[in-house]
């Protein structure tokens, strides 16, 4: 069935049927016109011996009631279709009501259809008949040709079409129609208000709902328990559950379903308290729970981590007889699954005698949540053996679960299945497709489904931006996130997602922006919000705007501490970091695996190892914490960079699990650092096992054989990259002004103020060369080899700061952020650069955040003398 249109031209009461459209006039698809070869065959001829006579001295209408009556429906149509005059209305009403009780759904079209092509307009018993059967069939469109017929209508007509357009999602078409009755003059009653206040929680409509609300007092329905019940639930959907609890407190009859909307109404609002303590009362006032309120406060007990209650509401349940529904089990799962129990949950799973598609998707969606995606899949295959078909939650669940196992082959066959089921147009299964595809590195699959999706909600845009950071796309994460604040309004979710693509690409004042309407939206506070926010001010090198957000956070937490830690470490303040370490424990907060990681950096860059070996031995006597492979590599770290590389080597050997490629990566800077080539290739030989591909690696041996002087193998190595294609990645440079993030390529040309930049460098040059301080040239034998320095950094900084420089003001800092390393030459350069202009640089590249100042740098020229 076509569906109606978004905003159906509804027709006014008593139009005139002249202008009613003419119902050849529309596709024959939607008058459900049965070709001949689709109708059901005609009767045998023994049949038609048997059925009553047709005869000329019979009267059809007659007949045709007296086999209605008798359920005899193939007869009935029979009949209805080889007279040649159309019989009374109360035969075809006797008809209607026979399919609808069938819900012969075909026959009722059939016979639909021979009553529109026979009468000009429905009188309001037979036009009542069709439209409770076609509305009972869900033919929405069908049921509003027959309304637009019938020139008188009673409440009865208007309910039947609210209600139905309400349950057909159509919501506010149905909103929409209950306008038009009262315009029409036509006076509610008790089955009005329920349907249309369905519509109201639906949307939600919390304006229209009170309308309603006031209509419902007007009309004298203030006493009516169905109506105060659909109006509790239309408050709570709402969210407002204040209101919806004076409607409870103010009846003066309640039924069981007056109950259970106000306690799901409680935990709909995120109220699981006091919805529980109003189950209690219900207890308490003797009032008997059903199914559905064991089911509603089963699940919510899940949410409050009390193991305790949660196990006395199962056992509860099994004394009322409820132990062995499967709506009940359902919720139990999804209760055990909350609380992180999927042991029992499994047991209740496996003790059912029966189970529905709910229940495999209670199961899949604990396992995905409780950090056990690879069991979500196998429950879902099992599932498919099982033929139980999976429904819109279930695809999403599943989906979520490919997430994080990266499963793309298994994403995308369900990619396939929503397709064919139609469950595309359900927001949850399009959502869980963006994570999906975003976090297994198919990004522009992600924007082709975000692309076509007929809805969007905050949860699609925080998808859609988080997964451009995933993907190191952040210049296009910012463009969607101002793009979303147009239609959707973000939540911290949104804003966390952006403060990351600004924290990465060093756009401090997009990041100051985004702050501010965080505070507007008064969620400074929320969820990780605070840590975002400091993130965004250490790696912009805002040291200063970090501490002061650190210290208005009230709620720190141990990330909060490690971030402003690694800040400390990142701009060379080892024994600050120290400081803020020892502080960090007098409050109380235990440091956990990442602090340590960012203390031991601290002592590797400050050359400072005997603190090392005491934080690191300290962490499992004093913290109960396991080294990983980070903290040795920390170590191997430390102990390279003093030159100990011979103690370094041993520290390796005698790890209690296997180096990975950092930490033999560690070694080999080491040996860059103080020439040790033997050893250098070595521990090369493991990394390259390790990480074949890692252009990093093959950088750090160019340098430790260029800096001995050993061309010819730096020269294999070279080939060897190009080989590997490893050796073409553009170096690209970052900076902020006024609010727009400007690019800088290798050798880029294209920017429109390339000249003012060029001319501000080759000026630089010049003095440079006047006080014997000229950029490092390549100390390549070989003239017409590009160096390793044009190579694997590309000098990209060096027009991004030139740009800062000429379109700031004089005296602010000049903020850059690179995806490369800074070779010698940049470095030697950007430092003498903040001596002459006197003003501070901070370039962020993908080793470590540089800071110079009147002619130093935080990272204390460590790689570069």
Known sequence: MPPPPAKPALNPPLLPLASLPSPRALPPARLHRLSPEKRPRRLSSAAVSAAPSTSSSADPSAELRTLCSHGQLAQALWLLESSAEPPDEDAYVALFRLCEWRRAVEPGLRACAHADDRHAWFGLRLGNAMLSMLIRFGETWHAWRVFAKMPERDVFSWNVMVGGYGKAGLLEEALDLYHRMMWAGVRPDVYTFPCVLRSCGGVPDWEMGREVHAHVIRFGFGGEVDVLNALMTMYAKCGDALAARKVFDGMTVMDCISWNAMIAGHFENGECNTGLELFLTMLEDEVQPNLMTITSVTVASGLLSDICFAKEMHGLAVKRGFATDVAFCNSLIQMYASLGMMGQARTVFSRMDARDAMSWTAMISGYEKNGFPDRALEVYALMGVNNVSPDDITIASALAACACLGRLDVGVKLHELAESKGFMSYIVVANALL?????????????????????????????????????????????????????????????????????????????????????????????????????????????????????????????????????????????????????????????????????????????????????????????????????????????????????????????????DAAVWGALLNGCRIHRNVELGELAAKYVFELEPNDAGYYVLLCDLYADAGRWDKLSRVRKTMRDKGLDHDSGCSWVEVKGVVHAFLTDDESHPQIREINTVLEGIYERMKASDCGPVESHSPEDKEVSKDDIFCGHSERLAVAFGLISTAPGTPVSVTKNQYTCQSCHRILKMISNIVRRDIIVRDSKELHHFKDGSCTCGDEGYS
Not at 436 to 451: C, G, L, P, Q, R
Not at 580 to 605: H, I, W, Y
Request: net charge neutral.
């Open 435 to 659: 994570e999906m595809y975003a976090k297994s590195k198919h990004i522009d699959k992600a924007i082709e489904v975000f692309k076509y999706m007929p809805e969007k909600d905050v949860v699609s845009w925080s998808s859609m931006i988080a997964g451009f950071c995933f993907n190191h796309r952040n210049f296009e994460a910012l463009y969607y996130f101002r793009h979303m604040l147009v239609d959707v309004k973000p939540n911290s979710v949104t804003f966390i997602a952006a403060l990351a693509a600004c924290a990465a690409t060093g756009a401090l004042r997009s990041g100051k922006e985004i702050h501010a309407h965080v505070l507007r939206c008064g969620i400074e506070s929320e969820g990780y919000l605070p840590n975002a926010l400091i993130d965004l001010y250490v790696k912009c090198g805002q040291t200063g705007y970090a501490w002061a957000q650190f210290c208005t956070h009230g709620a720190k937490d141990v990330v909060s501490w490690n971030i402003m830690l690694g800040g400390f470490v990142a701009h060379g303040h080892g024994d600050t970091a120290l400081s803020f370490f020892n502080q960090m424990v007098k409050t109380g907060e235990c440091p956990d695996e990442v602090t340590f990681v960012a203390l031991l950096c601290a002592c590797s860059r400050g050359g400072m190892v005997k603190e090392g070996w005491e934080l690191f031995h300290s962490m499992a006597e004093k913290y109960s914490i396991l080294p990983n492979l980070k903290h040795y590599a920390c170590m191997v770290d430390l102990l390279s960079r003093v030159g100990r590389l011979t103690e370094a080597y041993n520290f390796i050997s005698e790890m209690p699990i296997t180096p």
